[in-house]
């Protein structure tokens, strides 16, 4: 079965770190470029970063320039998303999302169950 | 950025009706336009790509329209498994924007 599982979200203090995972089964995340879209509580869906198959291309949303970095490790079937200097309206479910084109950009048709974080002191 | 300007925010309309979305982008986008329903505590789930296009396994009276600027989601003869919040989305230029969303109840 195609999937992808996130983990790694929690409750995190105004200011600190953390990395979110999101694991692929039952294809290959080489492939394709991957993407993380986030949804506040209450709120619409809000795309925030993309990496291209080789990592050579990263994209961010405004609002999380120069505070989040994505990644991958293709050898682990994996996608990352590293976020520091977190903030209250970072709080969100955090979805990774799969494109329906191989190597390329298209419509998110595999997505992650989520992962929360929650920015709070 | 591109700008997504969805409309109506929210909308109640009864079994069997015939619903419509509209959705705007602030330039060009050409068929770069995929239409996504979120039901209450789930994942999003892809019902349109490319305007028009109606993804694998979707009831067929979900449909899409449009080009450019101006998109349209229709739901013929509505059913109670509809109820959901439908967003549009870009991916003509990073960053791909959604739209704000569209509330679907039942009346």
């Known amino acids: 079965e195609v999937q992808l599982t996130e983990s790694g979200g929690g409750l995190i203090q105004p200011g600190g770190s953390l990395r979110l995972s999101c694991a692929a089964s039952?294809?290959?995340?080489?492939?394709?470029?991957m993407n993380w879209v986030r949804q506040a509580p209450g709120k619409g869906l809000e795309w925030i970063s993309n990496?291209?198959?080789?990592?050579?291309?990263?994209y961010y949303a405004d609002s999380v320039k120069g505070r989040f970095t994505i990644s991958r490790d293709n050898t682990k079937n994996s996608l990352y998303l590293q976020m520091t200097t977190l903030r209250d309206d970072d709080t969100a479910i955090y979805y990774c999302?799969?494109?329906?084109?191989?190597?390329?950009?298209?419509?998110?048709?595999?997505w992650g169950q989520g992962a929360m974080v929650t920015v709070s002191s | 950025d591109i700008q997504m300007t969805q409309s109506p925010s929210s909308l109640s309309a009864s079994v069997g009706d015939r619903v419509t979305i509209t959705c705007q982008a602030s330039?060009?986008?050409?068929?770069?336009l995929n239409w996504y329903q979120q039901k209450p505590g789930k994942v999003p789930k892809l019902v349109i790509y490319?305007?028009?296009n109606l993804e694998t396994g979707v009831p067929s009276r979900f449909g899409g329209s449009g080009s450019g600027t101006n998109f349209i989601f229709t739901i013929n003869s509505l059913q109670p498994e509809d109820v959901a919040t439908y967003y549009c989305?870009?991916?003509?230029?990073?960053?791909?924007?959604f739209g704000q969303g569209t509330k679907l109840e039942i009346k």
């Open positions: 999302a799969r494109p329906n084109i191989v190597g390329a950009s298209g419509a998110f048709d595999i």
């Open positions: 039952g294809f290959s995340l080489s492939a394709y470029t």
């Open positions: 990496i291209d198959t080789s990592s050579t291309s990263k």
């Open positions: 330039q060009d986008i050409s068929h770069y």
């Open positions: 490319d305007a028009s």
């Open positions: 989305q870009q991916y003509d230029d990073v960053p791909y924007t």
